[in-house]
């Protein structure tokens, strides 16, 4: 782990020692009772032999503006969540490096809200269809185990909202900050005659830190439970999402970083009297109308469980990208308007049941998930006559399918100490393309890929308060839609990428006390034919497959609750990520790009009077990151950041009341916040806020 990295973690550790000696006078319990899915059963966390962490929802919805996910997951090892400051593009969100190459949206990470898929069958998600304001918990599972939930699952991070329980209520948020960032929200949950709902709807708009990248964003949410049988439950969820005309700000050089980092890159061949950026010049920007329903039920019968989950949706994105050479599109290029319609949905069956079996109990899920997408996608070059930024002529109009078909099995067997675990999944994913835009030559073809995925883990319980475990797997990626639309710098679908292949092994040690937790683990992933970026333009990026991958690290999460009102957390992560073999210009051992060598997050928080009151030091600290597969180019410097948050609570009668502000980048550091891999002009980096601010205020009138 690099040296800064290495002092914040002793300096942080450090501070809590003074706290340790009254710990032992009189200490809260920290509890370990958070149920989680990770291997698809309910299952106490500290029994898995996986990396897996909880944010819960205090931590989610009481000190944040509730917006993008990152700001919860910042806390977690392993896991890197970059805010782009783009609402048009999504957050790049990593796990051990997994998705770093992502030029918009997550892939790499398997995304899932309420049981229902919020990755589509490609591997793409957009962590914007979190409802965030309702969330009850997070879970974020790494490693091994991640290949229980097939293809692009370098890790898997699964939402879950609350019930609605209890008397009726009503809940009303309001919530601002700096760039002329605000937000409302309003929701209303409770139960009657054995129906329980939730409702939920917030507006978001900002100015953007960064030149060019105002948005609004409007999201619903509603959520139903019953229980139409004894020992069953009937859940269905549906949530809406629309963000229309959210500006691209796109990336900048290294130059224009250091000179201005709110500015946008500059259109050097503009020729208007007072040249723009490229941004500005073909006002690059995004609509996204999301909509989805889906339902889950669940239903105990003697010692099994039959779960079947059914869901869709649609989705309508047109995009407007910038190209430097507008006027000298060639005949394959695509233009640069995007504009497509998907429908998607899917469903899922499993049933499991547990047995005894040679002195220990045997538990066993067997299941299979079933999912499709279908776009109707049109291109557009982006200029009429001398105009950017207008929707011209036709480029491109063709229907892409993507089907996957999943049957897996899962047993865990537990004897004493001994917990062993194996599972098995097929995946079958085959993607199609219908052109119907053929004065470019006909691009119709098919793609089909499979494989099977085992997994082993193995927990032994040294102690009541100590396990030790060790897991294995073999995992695969395909290739997103978006990876396969265009080949080299000009082409159309790109036929040859194969998929990624990658084994996995783990090995890790879970401790917890009265008040204390540590989880840490070691893990190596070998990967063969790794996916990277071919070339990125102005939007739109292309992909090959690479040579082999090395990714070696350690990562370790600690918790800790003290007396008088005190707590402690610590997230370390240190990842040593290369390309194991050469190919092209790229040596053996570069840096794989936008994957960070080491990060570390601390806190110190402190709550008085049962919650009345709270305060918070934050810090956290990033190593540079790479922004190309030769790491010939500048890469983004590390940076440490230092946060403070103020809560307060009140309650009177049936109401309750919550406050918070947040001062966020406290030393003013002028950093890139995350980078553009691969972009063939050199505007890899994005710019993150210097200091800013938030705050907010939430009323609830229980009935």
């Known amino acids: 782990?690099?040296?800064?990295?290495?002092?914040?973690?002793?300096?942080?550790?450090?501070?809590?020692?003074?706290?340790?000696?009254?710990?032992?006078?009189?200490?809260?319990?920290?509890?370990?009772?958070?149920?989680?899915?990770?291997?698809?059963?309910?299952?106490?966390?500290?029994?898995?032999?996986?990396?897996?962490?909880?944010?819960?929802?205090?931590?989610?919805?009481?000190?944040?503006?509730?917006?993008?996910?990152?700001?919860?997951?910042?806390?977690?090892?392993?896991?890197?969540?970059?805010?782009?400051?783009?609402?048009?593009?999504?957050?790049?969100?990593?796990?051990?490096?997994?998705?770093?190459?992502?030029?918009?949206?997550?892939?790499?990470?398997?995304?899932?809200?309420?049981?229902?898929?919020?990755?589509?069958?490609?591997?793409?998600?957009?962590?914007?269809?979190?409802?965030?304001?309702?969330?009850?918990?997070?879970?974020?599972?790494?490693?091994?185990?991640?290949?229980?939930?097939?293809?692009?699952?370098?890790?898997?991070?699964?939402?879950?909202?609350?019930?609605?329980?209890?008397?009726?209520?009503?809940?009303?948020?309001?919530?601002?900050?700096?760039?002329?960032?605000?937000?409302?929200?309003?929701?209303?949950?409770?139960?009657?005659?054995?129906?329980?709902?939730?409702?939920?709807?917030?507006?978001?708009?900002?100015?953007?830190?960064?030149?060019?990248?105002?948005?609004?964003?409007?999201?619903?949410?509603?959520?139903?439970?019953?229980?139409?049988?004894?020992?069953?439950?009937?859940?269905?969820?549906?949530?809406?999402?629309?963000?229309?005309?959210?500006?691209?700000?796109?990336?900048?050089?290294?130059?224009?970083?250091?000179?201005?980092?709110r500015a946008g890159e500059i259109d050097l061949s503009d020729t208007a009297s007072h040249r723009r950026s490229y941004a500005e010049r073909y006002n690059t920007r995004k609509s996204i109308d999301h909509y989805q329903l889906g339902a889950s039920y669940d239903q105990r019968i003697g010692n099994g469980r039959l779960h079947a989950t059914i869901y869709g949706g649609n989705r309508r994105v047109i995009q407007f990208q910038a190209f430097s050479r507008a006027f000298q599109v060639p005949a394959s290029h695509s233009g640069g308007v995007i504009d497509f319609k998907r429908d998607f949905y899917g469903a899922a069956l499993n049933w499991a049941w547990m047995q005894p079996l040679a002195g220990g109990r045997l538990h066993t899920t067997l299941g299979i998930e079933l999912d499709r997408s279908e776009d109707e996608r049109t291109g557009y070059e982006n200029f009429i006559g001398s105009q950017t930024g207008l929707r011209g002529a036709l480029r491109r109009n063709e229907t892409d399918t993507v089907s996957s078909v999943d049957p897996y099995i899962q047993m865990e067997w537990q004897r004493g100490a001994w917990v062993w675990s194996a599972g098995l999944r097929h995946s079958r994913i085959k993607v199609a393309v219908n052109d119907h835009y053929l004065s470019n030559g006909n691009d119709s073809g098919q793609l089909s890929y499979r494989r099977s995925t085992p997994t082993f883990g193995l927990l032994y319980k040294l102690t009541p308060a100590l396990n030790l475990y060790a897991s294995t797997a073999r995992g695969f990626e395909t290739p997103t839609l978006n990876e396969l639309f265009y080949s080299g710098t000009g082409g159309g679908f790109n036929y040859q990428l194969r998929a990624a292949g990658s084994t996995h092994v783990e090995a890790g040690l879970k401790a917890i006390n009265q008040n204390t937790r540590l989880d840490a683990a070691l893990f190596q992933v070998w990967t063969d034919d790794e996916l990277t970026v071919d070339a990125a333009n102005g939007g739109r990026t292309s992909y090959r497959n690479a040579s082999k991958t090395l990714r070696r690290g350690a990562e370790v999460s600690f918790t800790a609750s003290w007396a008088h009102g005190f707590n402690t957390r610590l997230a370390l992560t240190a990842l040593h990520a290369v390309y194991a073999q050469a190919y092209g210009n790229v040596r053996q051992g570069s840096r794989l790009p936008g994957v960070a060598s080491g990060q570390a997050y601390a806190e110190l928080a402190w709550t008085a009077d049962k919650g009345r009151f709270g305060a918070a030091l934050e810090t956290f600290a990033s190593s540079k990151l790479f922004v190309e597969d030769s790491n010939a180019e500048q890469p983004a410097p590390g940076y440490t950041i230092t946060n403070l948050r103020l809560t307060a609570a009140q309650s009177a009668g049936g109401w309750r009341l919550k406050q918070f502000i947040r001062l966020n980048n406290l030393a003013d550091r002028r950093y890139a916040g995350s980078v553009i891999v691969g972009d063939s002009n050199k505007r890899y980096y994005e710019a993150a806020p210097q200091r800013n601010w938030a705050a907010g205020i939430s009323a609830q009138l229980q009935f």
Request: hydrophobic residues 40%; aromatic residues 6%; contains cysteine.
């Open 1 to 261: 782990m690099p040296y800064k990295l290495r002092r914040i973690a002793f300096v942080s550790a450090c501070s809590a020692l003074p706290w340790a000696a009254a710990a032992q006078e009189a200490a809260p319990t920290l509890a370990d009772i958070v149920v989680v899915s990770g291997s698809r059963a309910e299952h106490i966390s500290f029994g898995l032999p996986a990396a897996i962490d909880v944010i819960d929802a205090a931590r989610i919805r009481d000190v944040q503006l509730r917006v993008n996910v990152s700001e919860a997951l910042i806390a977690v090892p392993g896991l890197t969540a970059l805010n782009r400051q783009n609402y048009a593009q999504d957050l790049q969100i990593s796990s051990r490096g997994f998705g770093a190459r992502s030029a918009f949206g997550v892939r790499g990470v398997r995304l899932i809200a309420d049981g229902i898929p919020a990755s589509m069958p490609d591997g793409q998600g957009q962590a914007a269809t979190f409802n965030l304001d309702r969330a009850q918990r997070i879970e974020v599972l790494r490693g091994p185990y991640s290949a229980l939930y097939g293809n692009h699952a370098g890790g898997v991070i699964q939402l879950f909202t609350a019930d609605g329980k209890g008397p009726p209520s009503i809940e009303f948020s309001a919530m601002g900050g700096s760039n002329g960032t605000n937000k409302a929200n309003m929701s209303a949950q409770g139960e009657s005659a054995g129906l329980g709902y939730v409702l939920d709807a917030s507006r978001f708009r900002t100015d953007g830190y960064r030149a060019h990248s105002a948005a609004r964003r409007d999201q619903q949410y509603a959520k139903l439970t019953m229980a139409p049988t004894e020992g069953g439950k009937l859940t269905i969820v549906a949530n809406g999402l629309q963000q229309h005309d959210t500006q691209d700000p796109l990336g900048v050089q290294w130059a224009s970083l250091q000179r201005d980092p």
